[in-house]
């Protein structure tokens, strides 16, 4: 599951920066797959009983979880920008009518172009299951920033990522080898064919 974009031909080759997409849904574990396999990979790790076996309410609450781009509590990868570049964020919300999800973008706003011409600037929107709404920003504050659900309960049980905003000019060379943070002993490679 996730999500298409269709446009217009070239429109996405026309606009340079950095583009992101993100899909918040709440999802249920029980309806995987791989459920069996992650109730004996995460008993494991925990070495406690995480699944209650019996038919409860509880039970099937444990399984549910939300998340952006089907990833929970931040583990979304590789959304790095620059301070004033900017960035295309297409945002959807899945999932049935329970599902409306209020976005909230920290240290920065998102501006929202209009069919008339006019711009609205605003740090939070909201998404309705099965709308897509495409939003810009010109990020301005460097640092690591939260974007995430203002439902509570969708926020604690995994529905937020993080995107880090640089300063392009202090961050001219790849991330920690500037810095001499990371040293070459540190540096491994693998291979990525298939």
Same mark, same amino acid.
């Given at each position: 599951?996730?999500? =298409?974009? $269709?446009?217009?031909?070239?429109?996405?080759?026309?606009?340079? +920066?950095? #583009?992101?997409?993100?899909?918040?849904?709440?999802?249920? &574990?029980?309806?995987?797959?791989?459920?069996? &396999?992650?109730? !004996?990979?995460?008993? %494991?790790?925990?070495? $406690?009983?995480?699944?209650?076996?019996?038919?409860? !309410? #509880?039970?099937?609450?444990?399984?549910?979880?939300?998340?952006?781009? @089907?990833?929970?509590?931040?583990?979304?990868?590789?959304?790095? /920008?620059?301070?004033?570049? &900017?960035?295309?964020?297409?945002?959807?919300?899945?999932?049935?009518?329970?599902?409306?999800?209020?976005?909230?973008? *920290?240290?920065?706003?998102?501006?929202?172009?209009?069919? @008339?011409?006019?711009?609205?600037?605003?740090?939070?929107? *909201?998404?309705?299951?099965? /709308? @897509?709404? $495409?939003?810009?920003?010109?990020?301005?504050?460097?640092?690591?920033?939260? =974007?995430?659900?203002?439902? +509570?309960?969708?926020?604690?049980?995994?529905?937020?990522?993080?995107? %880090?905003?640089?300063?392009?000019?202090?961050?001219?060379?790849?991330?920690?080898?500037?810095? +001499?943070?990371? !040293?070459?002993?540190?540096?491994?490679?693998?291979?990525?064919?298939?």
């Amino acid at each position: 599951m996730g999500v =298409v974009l $269709t446009c217009h031909r070239d429109v996405l080759d026309k606009k340079p +920066g950095h #583009r992101f997409v993100l899909a918040f849904t709440t999802f249920d &574990e029980s309806q995987s797959w791989f459920q069996e &396999e992650n109730k !004996k990979s995460l008993a %494991l790790q925990s070495q $406690t009983q995480i699944y209650d076996e019996t038919p409860s !309410k #509880r039970a099937h609450l444990c399984q549910l979880l939300s998340g952006v781009n @089907g990833r929970v509590d931040g583990s979304v990868p590789g959304m790095i /920008i620059f301070a004033g570049k &900017e960035v295309t964020w297409h945002l959807m919300a899945l999932g049935s009518d329970q599902d409306p999800h209020h976005i909230h973008f *920290h240290g920065n706003t998102l501006l929202l172009r209009t069919g @008339g011409g006019s711009t609205h600037r605003r740090g939070s929107l *909201h998404l309705y299951p099965g /709308i @897509g709404v $495409t939003a810009y920003m010109i990020p301005m504050t460097p640092g690591l920033w939260l =974007v995430h659900c203002l439902n +509570g309960d969708h926020f604690s049980v995994g529905m937020f990522a993080t995107f %880090l905003v640089l300063n392009p000019e202090v961050c001219r060379g790849p991330l920690g080898l500037q810095s +001499g943070l990371i !040293k070459d002993s540190q540096l491994t490679a693998s291979s990525s064919d298939g």
